[in-house]
């Protein structure tokens, strides 16, 4: 045990300057800085993402895993083009990646599709990292160049099987499961490096908040992106859906898969897309693994004043 901090001063110091270099770029392009609630007595619906709870005033809150929801709010109530730099929580995930407690930009673009959100992403993390190389690729096209493979049109068996081969395990897993798997542990390690590799159009079951359509063979795929340098996602992007009634279904859908979890669909959110969410994309992104990157760190923690384990 140490009371000493996880970071070195000059890390803490490149910190400050990158928030500086953020909020520069942003006043640049008249984007206002907002602040929302990290504390909410709803809980975030995607079942993949696992809440930290809190007890406030007898009754059941949790901290944000993202501010998308409060955010969507103000954009409903007619902010206009908005980001925010703040703390985010997610049970269950540390290590040389992740910390419960991380920092995260997320920004709205009202007006955006997905390409020019891209595009603007890519100068935003581009310019900071000064990496000029930008590489694109559909999901279909990653997957089948990487791990030589057809997400869309092989069965769940053969999917199955061929995840279980590349990562030597035996395991029942659902097609999206086995995605991520592949995803993670062949396709990641594997892209180029020092270069700004965007993945889009992923699976319509991947989908969370984003548009889906019809892809020219009649599959729908998600209007969403990610972004990767030296195989770290750094940033996973949105354009936004705006459908309340498809929005609802979707919350229905993960509250399936959560099966015994029980967890409160947050009604304001859905009453500000009712009102009218304005088209837009949103992107959010991930702080310390971008000063990670910067800084030439392989680990979440020397980038922390102090991770979990000195909190």
């Known amino acids: ?12 110091q ?42 406030v005033m007898n009754a059941p809150a949790f901290l944000h895993t993202s501010p998308e929801y409060p955010m969507k709010r103000l954009l409903a109530a007619g902010s206009g083009d908005i980001y925010q730099i703040c703390k985010t929580f997610r049970d269950g995930e540390q290590g040389n990646r992740h910390n ?15 390409e020019t959100l891209m595009d603007e992403v890519a100068q935003l993390v581009g310019d900071y990292l000064a990496i000029q190389q930008r590489q ?11 791990a030589d493979l057809d997400p869309f049109n092989m069965s769940d068996d053969e999917l199955r099987a061929r995840c279980n081969e590349f990562v030597g395990t035996d395991v029942d897993l659902g097609r999206d499961a086995c995605l991520d798997i592949i995803m993670s542990h062949v396709v990641e390690p594997q892209l180029p490096k020092n270069t700004l590799v965007f993945i889009y159009n992923y ?24 972004l990767y340098v030296n195989g770290l996602e750094l ?38 897309l009712a009102s009218g969410l304005p088209d837009c994309s949103g992107v959010a992104i991930g702080l ?5 990157l910067k800084l030439g760190l392989s680990n979440i923690s020397d980038v922390l004043s102090f991770d979990f384990s000195r909190a």
């Open 288 to 292: 310390d693994r971008i000063l990670m």
């Open 100 to 114: 419960p407690e991380f920092s995260m930009l997320e920004y709205y673009r009202l007006g955006f599709n997905l």
């Open 14 to 55: 490149e910190r400050a300057n990158f928030y500086r270099y953020l909020r520069e770029f942003f006043l640049q392009r008249s984007v206002l800085e907002v602040e929302t609630p990290m504390l909410s007595k709803a809980a975030v619906s995607d079942a993949n993402l696992q809440p930290v709870s809190a007890q």
């Open 1 to 12: 045990m140490t009371w000493q901090p996880n970071a070195s001063i000059p890390a803490l």
């Open 235 to 272: 940033a996973n992007g949105y354009d936004e859906l705006v459908d309340v009634q498809e929005q609802k279904s979707r919350f229905d859908v993960e509250a399936k898969k959560r099966e015994h979890e029980q967890r409160v669909d947050d009604e304001y959110f859905l009453q500000a």
């Open 136 to 146: 694109n690729f559909t999901y279909a096209q990653a997957l089948d160049t990487y």
């Open 203 to 226: 699976p319509a079951s991947q989908a969370a908040l984003a548009k889906t359509y019809e892809r020219f063979d009649g599959i729908q795929v998600a209007k969403r992106f990610e």
